[in-house]
Protein backbone atom coordinates (compact mmCIF):
# COMPACT_ATOMS: atom_id res chain seq x y z
CA UNK A 1 0.00 0.00 0.00
CA UNK A 2 0.95 3.41 -0.63
CA UNK A 3 1.12 6.46 1.91
CA UNK A 4 2.27 10.23 2.24
CA UNK A 5 3.46 11.80 5.27
CA UNK A 6 3.61 15.46 6.00
CA UNK A 7 5.11 15.37 9.81
CA UNK A 8 4.51 19.05 9.74
CA UNK A 9 0.93 19.99 10.49
CA UNK A 10 1.26 23.26 10.95
CA UNK A 11 4.93 25.86 10.11
CA UNK A 12 4.29 30.06 10.77
CA UNK A 13 7.02 32.02 9.13
CA UNK A 14 7.67 35.68 9.24
CA UNK A 15 7.48 37.19 5.71
CA UNK A 16 10.84 37.06 3.36
CA UNK A 17 11.60 34.04 5.24
CA UNK A 18 12.74 30.82 3.44
CA UNK A 19 10.23 27.90 4.60
CA UNK A 20 10.45 23.66 3.74
CA UNK A 21 7.72 22.14 3.77
CA UNK A 22 8.70 18.39 4.26
CA UNK A 23 7.48 14.96 2.17
CA UNK A 24 7.88 11.51 2.63
CA UNK A 25 6.72 8.49 1.03
CA UNK A 26 6.07 4.94 0.86
CA UNK A 27 5.36 2.84 -2.48
CA UNK A 28 6.15 -0.82 -3.48
CA UNK A 29 6.07 0.57 -6.80
CA UNK A 30 9.83 1.74 -8.65
CA UNK A 31 7.35 3.72 -11.33
CA UNK A 32 5.37 6.12 -9.53
CA UNK A 33 4.57 10.06 -9.31
CA UNK A 34 5.14 12.76 -7.11
CA UNK A 35 3.04 15.88 -6.98
CA UNK A 36 2.59 18.91 -4.65
CA UNK A 37 -0.62 20.76 -4.53
CA UNK A 38 -1.85 24.17 -2.55
CA UNK A 39 -5.06 24.47 -1.25
CA UNK A 40 -5.78 28.28 -0.62
CA UNK A 41 -9.06 29.41 1.68
CA UNK A 42 -11.13 28.83 -1.34
CA UNK A 43 -10.88 25.36 -1.42
CA UNK A 44 -9.79 24.70 -4.98
CA UNK A 45 -6.71 22.32 -5.42
CA UNK A 46 -3.58 24.25 -7.22
CA UNK A 47 -1.50 21.90 -9.03
CA UNK A 48 2.32 22.81 -7.87
CA UNK A 49 4.56 19.91 -9.10
CA UNK A 50 4.71 16.23 -11.06
CA UNK A 51 7.52 14.54 -10.64
CA UNK A 52 8.09 10.90 -11.91
CA UNK A 53 10.58 8.27 -9.98
CA UNK A 54 13.26 8.02 -12.84
CA UNK A 55 13.95 12.21 -12.29
CA UNK A 56 16.04 12.60 -9.39
CA UNK A 57 17.35 16.46 -10.83
CA UNK A 58 15.81 18.75 -8.17
CA UNK A 59 13.59 21.97 -9.78
CA UNK A 60 13.14 25.21 -9.15
CA UNK A 61 10.69 27.38 -10.13
CA UNK A 62 10.76 31.39 -9.24
CA UNK A 63 10.57 31.13 -5.54
CA UNK A 64 9.73 27.45 -5.37
CA UNK A 65 12.15 24.67 -5.37
CA UNK A 66 11.99 20.33 -4.88
CA UNK A 67 14.72 18.41 -3.83
CA UNK A 68 13.59 14.39 -4.73
CA UNK A 69 16.05 12.18 -2.53
CA UNK A 70 14.74 8.60 -3.69
CA UNK A 71 17.30 7.04 -0.99
CA UNK A 72 15.20 8.53 1.72
CA UNK A 73 12.02 8.59 0.04
CA UNK A 74 11.44 11.93 0.09
CA UNK A 75 10.32 14.71 -2.12
CA UNK A 76 10.72 18.12 0.15
CA UNK A 77 8.79 21.56 -1.34
CA UNK A 78 11.27 24.72 -0.42
CA UNK A 79 9.48 28.41 -0.55
CA UNK A 80 12.37 31.30 -0.83
CA UNK A 81 11.55 34.39 0.33
CA UNK A 82 8.27 33.65 1.45
CA UNK A 83 5.13 36.00 1.08
CA UNK A 84 1.58 36.77 2.50
CA UNK A 85 -0.07 34.78 -0.93
CA UNK A 86 2.14 31.88 -0.09
CA UNK A 87 -0.17 31.01 2.96
CA UNK A 88 -1.99 28.38 2.37
CA UNK A 89 -2.68 24.27 3.34
CA UNK A 90 -0.17 22.42 0.59
CA UNK A 91 -0.70 18.62 0.15
CA UNK A 92 2.18 15.82 -1.20
CA UNK A 93 0.72 13.15 -3.04
CA UNK A 94 1.67 10.32 -4.57
CA UNK A 95 0.14 8.20 -7.46
CA UNK A 96 1.58 4.36 -8.73
CA UNK A 97 -0.53 5.12 -11.86
CA UNK A 98 0.90 6.03 -14.92
CA UNK A 99 -0.73 9.33 -14.95
CA UNK A 100 -2.71 10.71 -11.94
CA UNK A 101 -5.42 9.23 -12.05
CA UNK A 102 -5.91 7.87 -8.38
CA UNK A 103 -3.79 10.11 -6.06
CA UNK A 104 -3.02 9.21 -2.48
CA UNK A 105 -2.63 12.26 -0.57
CA UNK A 106 -1.07 13.26 2.85
CA UNK A 107 -2.36 14.92 5.13
CA UNK A 108 -1.18 18.39 4.39
CA UNK A 109 0.55 21.64 5.62
CA UNK A 110 -1.13 25.05 6.66
CA UNK A 111 1.35 27.58 6.09
CA UNK A 112 0.94 30.91 7.55
CA UNK A 113 2.77 33.87 6.61
CA UNK A 114 3.27 36.51 9.40
CA UNK A 115 3.04 40.21 7.85
CA UNK B 1 -13.07 27.30 -20.39
CA UNK B 2 -13.35 28.32 -16.75
CA UNK B 3 -11.82 24.85 -15.01
CA UNK B 4 -13.85 22.47 -13.04
CA UNK B 5 -17.06 23.41 -11.89
CA UNK B 6 -19.10 22.31 -9.53
CA UNK B 7 -22.60 23.08 -7.72
CA UNK B 8 -23.46 23.49 -5.19
CA UNK B 9 -20.83 24.92 -2.93
CA UNK B 10 -22.51 24.37 0.09
CA UNK B 11 -25.33 21.74 1.03
CA UNK B 12 -26.83 21.45 4.23
CA UNK B 13 -29.01 18.53 4.95
CA UNK B 14 -31.03 16.11 6.99
CA UNK B 15 -29.48 12.88 8.58
CA UNK B 16 -31.64 10.28 6.43
CA UNK B 17 -31.67 12.40 3.17
CA UNK B 18 -30.65 11.80 -0.20
CA UNK B 19 -28.27 14.14 -1.93
CA UNK B 20 -26.50 14.79 -5.59
CA UNK B 21 -23.81 16.90 -6.47
CA UNK B 22 -22.90 17.78 -10.01
CA UNK B 23 -19.45 18.08 -11.69
CA UNK B 24 -18.60 19.84 -15.07
CA UNK B 25 -15.16 19.08 -16.44
CA UNK B 26 -12.78 20.90 -18.05
CA UNK B 27 -14.41 20.41 -21.77
CA UNK B 28 -12.63 17.80 -23.68
CA UNK B 29 -11.19 16.10 -20.80
CA UNK B 30 -12.06 12.30 -20.96
CA UNK B 31 -10.98 11.44 -17.42
CA UNK B 32 -12.96 12.46 -14.41
CA UNK B 33 -12.35 12.06 -10.66
CA UNK B 34 -14.23 12.32 -7.31
CA UNK B 35 -12.28 12.93 -4.27
CA UNK B 36 -13.44 13.43 -0.41
CA UNK B 37 -11.65 15.27 1.83
CA UNK B 38 -12.58 15.46 5.53
CA UNK B 39 -11.25 18.71 8.21
CA UNK B 40 -7.56 18.75 8.53
CA UNK B 41 -6.65 15.71 6.28
CA UNK B 42 -6.11 15.29 2.81
CA UNK B 43 -8.38 14.27 -0.43
CA UNK B 44 -9.25 10.50 -0.57
CA UNK B 45 -10.06 8.58 -4.00
CA UNK B 46 -13.29 7.78 -4.07
CA UNK B 47 -13.48 6.96 -8.41
CA UNK B 48 -12.89 7.99 -11.42
CA UNK B 49 -14.21 7.66 -15.03
CA UNK B 50 -13.32 7.77 -18.51
CA UNK B 51 -15.28 9.31 -20.77
CA UNK B 52 -18.90 7.42 -19.79
CA UNK B 53 -16.94 4.39 -18.04
CA UNK B 54 -16.35 4.33 -13.99
CA UNK B 55 -12.75 2.45 -14.06
CA UNK B 56 -12.36 2.13 -10.07
CA UNK B 57 -13.96 2.51 -6.80
CA UNK B 58 -12.69 2.86 -4.10
CA UNK B 59 -13.70 0.86 -0.90
CA UNK B 60 -14.71 4.13 0.53
CA UNK B 61 -17.19 4.24 -1.84
CA UNK B 62 -20.33 2.45 0.19
CA UNK B 63 -23.51 0.77 -1.23
CA UNK B 64 -24.95 4.24 -0.47
CA UNK B 65 -23.01 6.30 -2.68
CA UNK B 66 -23.34 5.87 -6.49
CA UNK B 67 -21.81 7.88 -9.59
CA UNK B 68 -22.15 8.57 -13.19
CA UNK B 69 -21.19 10.03 -15.86
CA UNK B 70 -23.52 9.16 -18.83
CA UNK B 71 -22.63 10.78 -21.54
CA UNK B 72 -19.17 11.35 -20.67
CA UNK B 73 -19.36 14.80 -19.87
CA UNK B 74 -20.85 16.10 -16.74
CA UNK B 75 -20.65 13.70 -13.54
CA UNK B 76 -23.12 13.42 -10.52
CA UNK B 77 -22.41 11.98 -7.33
CA UNK B 78 -25.27 10.82 -4.91
CA UNK B 79 -25.16 9.83 -1.61
CA UNK B 80 -29.07 7.85 -0.41
CA UNK B 81 -29.96 7.77 3.80
CA UNK B 82 -26.82 10.24 4.50
CA UNK B 83 -25.30 9.80 8.20
CA UNK B 84 -23.08 12.59 9.96
CA UNK B 85 -20.11 10.74 9.06
CA UNK B 86 -20.66 11.64 5.09
CA UNK B 87 -20.00 15.47 6.38
CA UNK B 88 -16.79 16.63 4.06
CA UNK B 89 -16.03 18.62 1.14
CA UNK B 90 -16.25 16.51 -2.33
CA UNK B 91 -14.08 17.46 -4.62
CA UNK B 92 -14.55 16.47 -8.59
CA UNK B 93 -10.82 16.44 -10.62
CA UNK B 94 -10.62 16.11 -14.40
CA UNK B 95 -7.64 15.27 -16.70
CA UNK B 96 -6.82 14.64 -20.33
CA UNK B 97 -5.47 11.18 -21.23
CA UNK B 98 -3.63 9.97 -18.36
CA UNK B 99 -0.41 10.04 -19.92
CA UNK B 100 2.80 11.15 -17.94
CA UNK B 101 1.73 15.24 -19.24
CA UNK B 102 -1.43 14.89 -17.97
CA UNK B 103 -2.59 16.67 -15.26
CA UNK B 104 -5.61 16.91 -12.89
CA UNK B 105 -7.62 20.51 -12.44
CA UNK B 106 -9.44 20.52 -9.17
CA UNK B 107 -13.22 22.17 -8.88
CA UNK B 108 -13.35 23.99 -5.48
CA UNK B 109 -15.51 21.17 -4.03
CA UNK B 110 -19.39 20.63 -2.82
CA UNK B 111 -19.04 21.22 1.40
CA UNK B 112 -21.84 18.43 2.66
CA UNK B 113 -23.19 19.07 5.98
CA UNK B 114 -25.13 16.57 7.71
CA UNK B 115 -27.44 17.35 10.76
Known amino acids: AQKVTQAQTEISVVEKEDVTLDCVYE???????LFWYKQPPSGELVFLIR??????QNEISGRYSWNFQKSTSSFNFTITASQVVDSAVYFC????????????FGTGTRLTIIP | DTGVSQNPRHKITKRGQNVTFRCDPISEHNRLYWYRQTLGQGPEFLTYFQNEAQLEKSRLLSDRFSAERPKGSFSTLEIQRTEQGDSAMYLC?????????????FGQGTRLTVV
Open chain 1, 27 to 33: TRDTTYY
Open chain 1, 51 to 56: RNSFDE
Open chain 1, 93 to 104: ALSENFGNEKLT
Open chain 2, 93 to 105: ASSLGGGTDSQAF
